[in-house]
């Protein structure tokens, strides 16, 4: 369901229709939770994320390959949502990079800039990374012949926004191939290389052991940071949408907004806890109830507004244009 006015809040409903003529007018915002990934060939991005999702049946690397040749040979990215949890309400998107060798024009740098350039041409306007993960694989030998990170041409901004260094997180794997007593000097090599960016409260993890515990402790942070920043802008929304409804709707959304919102901060904490999650009886129950009382509201809010005949006007053209 939607109307001619949903445009202007796009984190309470989607759009009906979505008008050729009037992209130029619609407010164009970035949909889903996206964390990306960088990295050396080998290090294991496509290990993670399938760790995190328990299947490669999205395009990542197939299980028989996890720890050979590089498998990702160009950026793509596929979406993931909770077992049981409808996509809008957990859009989360994994952007997959092929692996550099740190090379002159194959390096970290060079994959920071083709990442940008691949979210400018396939993603929303104004879209930003909630998550950035350089992933090293700590047995080569390459960190002691890289300077100290430094962002170039204001890439991490581009990606993450502004200041937003919590954003990225060095994660090292490979640790458990790792000769004995190597321990620090790897730890030392990896403070250095991450120096810059530990100062601006950079994360670094390591990710020691494959499986869906760890994968999800590092990648937990950036969902639920993202949760939150998509409660703002939900509250944001709603408070635009005071002035159109009655007082009496307008107080049933905040307090629905606030259930569902502790609802999702809870399943999204449990992520990792356990192999093949799944929402227990309670927590289907209630995610259920939560949905059939947005479908109510939002019938509520679609009489409140009435501009059915707004609509029918705005919308014409698409549908001659569908006719023909």
């Keep these: 369901m939607g109307n001619a006015f949903s445009h202007l809040f796009p984190n309470l409903w989607g759009t009906r229709f979505r008008l050729r003529d009037f992209d130029t007018y619609r407010k164009p915002v970035p949909k889903g939770i996206f964390i990306a990934l960088v990295g050396q060939t080998g290090s294991g991005m496509s290990r993670l994320i399938h760790d995190a999702t328990g299947s490669y049946e999205t395009g990542v690397s197939p299980e028989g390959r996890l720890d050979s040749d590089p498998y990702t040979a160009s950026i793509q990215d596929f979406g993931f949502t909770i077992p049981g949890i409808i996509f809008s309400d957990f859009p989360l998107y994994f952007i997959d990079t092929p ?32 998550g950035l993960v350089f992933m090293h694989n700590i047995c080569t030998d390459e960190l002691p012949k890289r300077p100290t990170f430094l962002p ?28 004995p007593g190597r321990t620090k000097l790897k730890e030392s090599e990896i403070n250095a290389y991450w120096a810059w960016m530990r100062a601006r409260n ?38 635009n949408l005071k002035i159109h409804v009655s007082e009496n709707t307008y107080q049933q959304i905040d307090d629905f907004l606030d259930r569902k919102a502790a609802f999702m901060k809870e399943i999204i904490g449990r992520l990792g806890e356990e192999e093949g999650f799944s929402m227990i009886e309670d927590e289907e129950r209630v995610y259920k109830e939560l949905h059939r009382e947005a479908v109510l509201l939002w019938k509520e809010v679609e009489k409140e507004l009435n501009v059915d005949e707004l609509e029918r006007w705005l919308t014409s053209g698409r549908k001659e244009a569908d006719r023909q």
């Design 202 to 239: 950079s994360k670094m993890e390591k990710y020691e052991t494959p499986s869906s515990q760890n994968a999800w402790k590092i990648l937990k942070p950036f969902v639920m940071n993202a949760q939150v920043d998509r409660e703002r802008r939900l509250k944001e929304e709603l408070e």
């Design 152 to 179: 170039r041409h204001e890439v991490i901004e581009d990606l993450c926004g502004k200041n937003n260094w919590d954003r990225i997180t060095f994660v090292s794997s490979h640790w458990h191939d790792l000769e």
């Design 99 to 130: 692996g550099f060798d740190y090379a002159s024009t194959n390096n970290e740098h060079a994959a920071l800039l083709n990442l940008r350039s691949w979210i400018r041409m396939f993603k929303p306007l104004h879209t930003k990374v909630d």
